[in-house]
């Protein structure tokens, strides 16, 4: 019971953050040469229909050819969700498929507009926590961390009255 207690407080300050985020909610994966940082939002946007479709047919080794707006996709069954690629699109080739805790598709992007320096992503990950680390300051930034079953995720806002350098 508790741990779907903090889940549910994970899930609904992930909600709440991203009312005030200016759409930068990140995920943080670390991986054998650094961090993977996946975007919630990309210039690769499949339909939930077409991402269901994907990953119904996803494998370890990569399912079948299904197309999508941005040509052929293929799936690749991971653990904790799946890997969609998109060889064919311009840019964000590749997209990050799990289920929120309703059961909603959630599509994380490669590529995004937020880029960080490996010195941020190391203080966000040391950072995080199951209910959330404390509140950091990144530049323009506060930045608030979770630990989740993907990665550490990372919710990024403005800090009101700062402009951008």
Request: aromatic share 4%.
């Amino acid at each position: 019971m508790k741990a779907l207690r903090r889940f549910a407080a994970v899930a609904a300050c992930l909600c709440a953050g991203t009312l005030h985020a200016e759409d930068n909610v990140l995920l943080i994966q670390t991986g054998p040469q650094g961090f993977i940082v996946w975007h919630t939002e990309g210039k690769s946007r499949i339909s939930d229909d077409e991402a269901l479709e994907v990953m119904a047919s996803a494998r370890p080794g990569g399912g079948e050819e299904v197309m999508t707006a941005h040509g052929p996709a293929r799936g690749y069954e991971l653990p904790a969700g799946v890997l969609i690629r998109l060889p064919e699109a311009k840019s964000d080739k590749a997209l990050l498929v799990d289920r929120d805790a309703c059961g909603h598709i959630q599509m994380w992007h490669a590529e995004g507009e937020t880029q960080l320096s490996d010195g941020e992503l190391t203080e966000i990950v040391m950072s995080a926590l199951p209910e959330g680390g404390k509140r950091l300051t990144l530049g323009n930034r506060y930045v608030k961390a979770f630990v989740t079953p993907l990665g550490i995720t990372a919710t990024l806002w403005k800090i009101p009255g700062k402009t951008t350098p």
